[in-house]
């Protein structure tokens, strides 16, 4: 008997690439099949495939189509997973898989709506997907979430991953996710597990990522006597060519040449400078690897099968494997107490702040108290304080609405608000990067405080990280990208209260922090996250 025979699978983004080669790996184990995505061809062909499968293997399994549902579209997952209650459908294991890339961009230059989106498919795609499947799994049942290495963290470090500021924040969260579903699902006998296989050889890697960074890299360090917003622009019209024959990329760039009136000479060069770094990228990333070979599709998918082992799942319930494939060496971004400064770098900087009330006294009054000014206008410092995590049973409990505004509350909020005063302190350096270069500000983000008290649950601090999880990286690859490619001295710093074994935060050290962070020191430094409460 084939080893998931009797047993059904749904993949999220199962259509192509890395989540049709996970369906095939089950179905070739003789699991049946439910597939979904939005577009309806390529699951009609990927459904063909499996058919065939099934014929071969005899397995007697069967294949499902839910075409035209997109992950974050919460009425196309609910109505899928009521549609399968009702037709009395047991899923053995759910595969969190579907993703998009999302904006390959200095965050600077990100459009909001993108950054939501990316959000709303990798971390909220997620979690709706997971709570739904529960309608329809039993004991035993596992959801197994696809994520990345570079939201990962190993002790006082944080990998940032430039030009993916949506990707890595929501990335970090689902990973943590993946940590907190496994406490609050542990009496439903249901179990979490996420895999973070690494680089891939994909579609999406050599013809959306690595061409895009490279396009950014020049948008942002210049190209001939292209301006920064006619580099992007025509790397719009032509990147698309990477990987066509001859015959394609000439008729491509004879056509671009004339729509927008440059040279096909400009126009060939530049392409030949987006290969050239691209391969440059991708060469750099597999030195980083002990065998220097990207994971074939084949291999994750054979990955996400073993951990949907009954005996395997329990084991690693609750875990991210592999944690990592690739030596990824980074300067420490993570520093705990800071020590308290005899100078004010606060006396006459003057200031703007969100709601600022922590345990009922406010950092603003305690910032004026050492001399700094609040304004409305020309600041060298802006405060954005997330608040605290309100008091709720589990994530899993919680509804769409109440999902949606812990997601605005803790992530796209402070995007949102980073992406504004970065605009204040470089007026038009969205769209021309050379401005950055040598201008000055402080973006500070408070993050919301671990729990305070003697006996506090693993499971009380695994909802919190959920968030934490997403400003830490998030606020990494922002600084690494003002700081290393941008030339700037404007900073993104995050400041996370608490301590890991439950003392209270104290508004005082809050306030050392970002005396500390006014200095010239914290902007020459690669330390960005700030854990004040800490001893360690």
């Not at 998931?4 to 192509?16: A, H």
């Not at 549609?83 to 759910?94: F, M, P, R, Y």
């Not at 963290?153 to 907190?180: C, D």
């Amino acid at each position: 008997m084939l080893k998931f025979q009797n047993k059904t699978v749904l993949v999220t983004g199962s259509g192509t690439g890395i989540g049709q080669a996970i369906t095939k790996k089950f179905v070739e184990n003789g699991a049946s099949a439910i597939i979904l995505g939005r577009r309806k061809e390529p699951l009609e062909e990927t459904a063909k495939m499996l058919e065939g499968i099934i014929k071969e293997k005899q397995s007697n399994a069967t294949v499902k189509i839910f075409d035209g549902v997109d992950v974050s579209d919460e009425k196309a997952v609910t109505e899928m997973f009521d549609s399968l209650k009702s037709e009395n459908v047991n899923l053995d294991v759910v595969v969190n898989n579907a993703g998009v890339s999302g904006p390959v961009t200095c965050f600077a230059h990100a459009p909001l709506d993108q950054f939501r989106s990316t959000v709303d498919i990798h971390l909220t795609g997620t979690f709706w997907t997971s709570v739904q499947a529960l309608k329809v799994m039993k004991e035993g049942a596992k959801i197994i979430t696809i994520s990345t290495f570079f939201a990962e963290e190993r002790p006082l470090e944080q990998r940032p991953y430039r030009f993916r500021g949506p990707y890595t924040a929501s990335q970090g969260a689902k990973n943590r996710l993946v940590e907190a579903m496994s406490w609050e699902l542990l009496g439903k006998g249901v179990m979490s597990i996420g895999t973070n296989p690494g680089p891939v050889h994909s579609d999406r890697i050599y013809k959306t990522v690595y061409p895009k960074a490279a396009s950014e890299f020049l948008r942002v360090s210049g190209f001939e006597d292209l301006s920064p917003s006619e580099v992007e622009t025509a790397n719009n019209e032509i990147v698309g060519l990477l990987g066509e024959d001859d015959e394609t990329i000439k008729a491509g760039i004879k056509s671009a040449a004339e729509k927008l009136g440059k040279s096909e000479t400009t126009l060939n060069n530049l392409l030949d400078k987006v290969k050239g770094i691209a391969e440059k990228i991708q060469k750099n990333t597999s030195t980083m690897i002990p065998d220097q070979q990207f994971l074939s599709q084949e291999q994750v998918a054979t990955t996400v099968l073993t951990l949907s082992d009954d005996d395997q799942a329990k084991i690693l319930n609750g875990k991210i494997i592999p944690g990592d494939r690739v030596f990824y060496p980074v300067k420490s971004h993570i520093r705990a107490s800071v020590p308290k400064s005899e100078k004010n770098n606060l006396n006459g900087k003057r200031f703007g702040e969100s709601d600022m009330s922590r345990n009922e006294i406010s950092i603003g009054s305690m910032i004026e108290e050492k001399g700094a000014i609040l304004e409305t206008s020309d600041l060298d410092l802006y405060i954005h304080n997330t608040g605290n995590l309100p008091n709720f049973s589990k994530l899993t409990e919680l509804s769409r609405d109440e999902w949606n505004k812990l997601v605005d509350q803790f992530i796209n909020s402070p995007a949102e608000t980073a992406q504004h005063f970065l605009d204040r302190f470089v007026p038009g350096g969205s769209d021309d990067p050379r401005k950055f270069k040598d201008a000055k500000g402080r973006i500070i983000i408070i993050g919301p405080a671990l729990p305070a008290g003697k006996k506090i649950s693993g499971h009380e601090r695994a909802k919190i990280e959920v968030f934490r999880g997403a400003l830490r990286p998030f606020a990494t690859t922002i600084n690494q990208e003002l700081s290393d490619v941008l030339k700037s001295n404007v900073r993104v710093f995050l400041i996370l209260p608490g301590t890991v074994d439950g003392k209270e935060p104290n508004n005082e050290n809050i306030v050392n922090t970002i005396n500390y962070l006014m200095s010239d020191e914290a902007a020459s430094s690669s330390e960005v996250i700030f854990c004040p409460d800490e001893t360690r």
